[in-house]
């Protein structure tokens, strides 16, 4: 016990991901060949990248449930502006102008009117889900027009052989790293996540920083929705309603970003993401129903956290904070 | 007068350090016994042994007589022994009936039962208590009452008060006294750890005064007067090894002043009070808990607001300021070094060098967005080293630190900041005693480089050890000042109890 009590559960969920990888390996044929692979790792690459976004809000100490519905409606306004004759540029600055001020809404909403952080953006996701659909378009779908054509490369183009989604994952994953690392801002949002009161009383900026990491996620997942809509050519905003929001807490939790804030990086969510997309791709291949799939799912979130739980026990403190 | 409960010899350590030591304590049958004694005397600590609260390390505990074993508090409780705690231990979204038969239930809950039953019991104890009503629209006095019509219930012979009139009104108070009186005319034993001498000099029968974890006397109350208390209460024996004798000091002049609050208020808290602080010397601001002293010091450093309306005014440098966040205020060169430091002082999952180098980054020290390793290393290596922070290197994680160099990191992460006014509220709280004499050279230190220095404490040798300047904090407000070293400990002690 001595020598594993000191895998975290970063390590543990990474050697799952190998041992995986193995398996199937063995067993599938098709499973390890480099097509395969690009393939698995671009099926997961939007998952990673609003991944990112979400890990970031909860370092901070917070999480945004309305993260889907806001990718999902201001790309689809996006789309539909150009459909209306608007220029591209145009109309993707209008969009990410409107991501960006829900996110700052959001952010007053929890560091001001000190609203928790779970409820104000659950409920932002179903107003701006309803707005969206009431005031800006009318159809659930939106097709790319043709005069938006110039996104289609960041969804289906790629360069030196590697698919654009997975670059763009790269991307994301290098600047959240610098924030986090290199930028005085990005030490305050850990700071902040940390230990609210403490931030306070050494000076830091606590408020402006909470509303500051809900602009982040949004910014990030604006991008995530253009390489959405660029991969299937449109953007169906029904999403908003599906379970995509879990996976990606799933995704951030299974990668050992700890929910009571502070812990955690962006290779955390690089290897959740990872396991998530090799047991996806393995089921599939295997051919295994989509519902008995969530149902594996599941139980391996829940092995990973009990396995955490036994090998890291939560002090005293922590167990009487609880995790959100 | 028959010995009701006992405890024989009882000593209680945390983690190796003595709360209780070798203490004899009796209760009598039918008797109102006070407990005296300053913060950290020991008083909760004995209580909550004889409650079932903690377990002794040594020493038992008898019951009429007979050796009794106290595991929980519901044990003592079966046995008739009842502690009625500051914070009250009410459900306060339950009714005042539901509360007094709480654990009386078995298997369904008789709402009707209850409320009649409750009543009649509230109406025998002469309780005015709405058995219906919510406990959270109560006020403290109220609920004290069903607290204690709880313990009655419970068929309690010894009933343990912790401080009950701290939060009582007057007019709440007079209601206790009488209230106790009944309770002993019915046959009920009584300890009461107060901090108020006068209420304990008027009900008690017998009073028992603890100094340091120890005994110092028990007698008949009509033996006391104020003055024997209080000399109980502060002569020492083990803190003079520690803190040595203070008079050999020289006493440091008031420069500039720095800071002048006047009649500031908060919340009641704070109650329109006035004082200042001058640069290069340290002043010391003693009072009790719930005396408003960290409150004050907290509105001073913008990490609580004042009132808005007849909030009194805050001068520094004899320019009016009104902070909303700590941030400006750290800016204007005024820093608070929290007393709970795992709460609001340091970040656990972070390092000693990302600790002091965010002290550097929020207090403007850097004016970069960006973040140099190199120069974070410089910046913690300078301070853990000036600090004599103990540790296998600045990597550490602070959670992993000993008390004391928990509270030095806290402390390097603030002065940093480069601070003209430093307030150290308990600076040496839970700190070894090599830390302790480290940290009280560093605040020395700190006022002989011409930096304004408050030190809010309630150890008064401590105060005394390290004050050029004393002022004493009761109820919310400055009530006495003492220059230099013109105070001694009875003189402080009695202007801080009332």
Redesign the interface.
Known sequence: MQGLGRLSQEQIVFGLALLLCAGFAVMLPGFLTTNNLLNLVRSVSILGILGVAMGLVVIGRGIDLSLVALMAISVAWTLQLVANGMSLPQAVALGLAFSLAVGMINGILIAYVEIPAIFATLAMGIAIYGFGRYFLFTLDVIYMPESAQALQWIGQGSLLGIPAPILAFIAVCAAATLFL????????L??VG??L???????????PIIVLQYMISSLIGFAAGLVTAGSIASMNTRVANSTMVYDIILVVVLGGIGLSG??GNVRNVVVGTLLIGVLLNGMTIMNIEYTLQNVIKGVILLTAIVIDTILNPRDE?TAQQGDI | MTVLLELRNGTKTYRGVPAVKDVTFTLEEGEVHALLGENGAGKSTLTKMLAGVVQPSAGEILLDGKTVDLPTPSDALRRGIAMVYQETSLVPSLTVAQNIYLTDDKHFHRLRGIYIAGQQFLQSLNFHVDPTALVSSLGAGQKQMVEIARAVHHNARVIIFDEPTATLTPEEKHQFFSLVERLRKRGVSIIFISHALEEALQISDRLTVMRDGEHVITDRTANFDREKIVRAMVGRTLSDELYGAHAERKVRRAGEKVLSVQNLSMNNIVRNTSFSIFAGQITGMFGLIGSGRTEAAKVIAGVMKRDFFHGGQVRLFGRPVRYRVPRPAVRDGIIYVTEDRKLEGFFETMSIAENIHLGALAGGQTKSWTVSIREMKAIAQHWSEALSVRALDNDTRVIELSGGNQQKVVVAKALVQKPRLVIFDEPTRGVDVGAIAEIHQLINRLADDGVAVLVISSYLPEILQISDRILVCRQGRIVEEFEGRKADEHTIMYAAVH
């Open positions: 690392r290199w930028t005085t801002y990005g030490r305050y850990r700071a940390d230990n009161p403490a931030a306070r009383i050494t000076g830091i900026p606590a408020r502070g812990r403190q």
